[in-house]
């Protein structure tokens, strides 16, 4: 039975991921390796900013339930370096835009599927009580590659030189959107006291709105060149 569940959770997990890089193409220009060097660079950069927060953003040390506002927005802001890793993985290929968003996207989500949620999976799925945690834990990595998609999309945006002067503030909006996402979803939670499933839905929504924004500027600013 924990098998069972095992292969559920990671069935949810990561099957998504296979299809989206069958279905988008991505196996027809044989981009496997390229996903590979766009997750390596996800490593590299994760590592940079967990020395640069190591160094500069020592533990909160204040009281219990007090929320550290400043030093977490501060610490959100490090998340500025994804748009640059993402900037860097699509520079360095060749081909047209969707096909650089979507090595990008799928080289970043599953970089960090891999690294945050496999041993996790692999160690608590198979336990001896059921947790729907772990559930849970497969429909946010779904969310993730939602996310990345549509920031590595909006990354794509503010970087072309053509880009017009009416899509500035609305990319830039995004772009802000993407990087301090988990930021406010947290001030969210600590305010609101949200459970676990209204936490999950709530990131769906707005992962789902920011996605939707940012295809609708994709295929308006493709159309129109």
Same mark, same amino acid.
């Given at each position: 039975?924990?098998?069972?569940?095992?292969?559920?959770?990671?069935?949810?997990?990561?099957?998504?991921?296979?299809?989206?890089?069958?279905?988008?193409?991505?196996?027809?220009?044989?981009?496997?390796?390229?996903?590979?060097?766009?997750?390596?660079?996800?490593?590299?950069?994760?590592?940079?900013?967990?020395?640069?927060?190591?160094?500069?953003?020592?533990?909160?040390?204040?009281?219990?339930?007090?929320?550290?506002?400043?030093?977490?927005?501060? #610490?959100?802001? %490090?998340?500025?370096?994804?748009?640059?890793?993402?900037? &860097? $993985? +699509? *520079? @360095?290929?060749?081909?047209?835009?969707?096909? #650089?968003?979507? %090595?990008?996207?799928?080289?970043?989500?599953?970089?960090? &599927? $891999? +690294? *945050? @949620?496999?041993?996790?999976?692999?160690?608590?799925?198979?336990?001896?009580?059921?947790?729907?945690?772990?559930?849970?834990?497969?429909?946010? *990595?779904?969310?993730?590659?939602?996310?990345?998609?549509?920031?590595?999309?909006?990354?794509?945006?503010?970087?072309?030189?053509?880009?017009?002067? *009416?899509?500035?503030?609305?990319?830039?909006?995004?772009?802000?959107?993407?990087?301090?996402?988990?930021?406010?979803?947290?001030?969210?939670?600590?305010?609101?006291?949200?459970?676990?499933?209204?936490?999950?839905?709530?990131?769906?929504?707005?992962?789902?709105?920011?996605?939707?924004?940012?295809?609708?500027?994709?295929?308006?600013?493709?159309?129109?060149?």
């Amino acid at each position: 039975m924990t098998l069972f569940h095992f292969g559920n959770c990671f069935a949810l997990a990561y099957f998504p991921y296979f299809i989206t890089y069958k279905c988008s193409g991505l196996s027809e220009y044989n981009a496997f390796w390229r996903c590979v060097q766009a997750g390596a660079t996800y490593l590299f950069v994760q590592l940079c900013k967990m020395l640069f927060l190591a160094t500069f953003f020592p533990t909160w040390e204040g009281g219990a339930g007090v929320y550290d506002f400043v030093g977490e927005f501060m #610490k959100a802001t %490090v998340d500025l370096a994804d748009l640059l890793g993402l900037h &860097l $993985v +699509m *520079s @360095r290929n060749a081909g047209k835009g969707e096909y #650089k968003i979507m %090595v990008a996207a799928m080289g970043w989500a599953t970089a960090e &599927l $891999v +690294m *945050s @949620r496999c041993l996790p999976l692999w160690v608590g799925a198979r336990g001896i009580e059921f947790d729907w945690k772990y559930i849970q834990m497969s429909f946010d *990595s779904n969310i993730s590659l939602v996310h990345y998609i549509a920031m590595a999309a909006v990354v794509w945006m503010f970087t072309r030189y053509d880009l017009p002067k *009416s899509y500035r503030l609305p990319v830039t909006v995004l772009l802000a959107l993407c990087v301090y996402k988990a930021f406010l979803m947290e001030l969210f939670v600590h305010v609101f006291l949200l459970g676990s499933w209204t936490v999950l839905l709530v990131k769906a929504v707005v992962t789902g709105a920011i996605s939707l924004c940012s295809l609708f500027l994709f295929v308006t600013l493709v159309h129109s060149n």
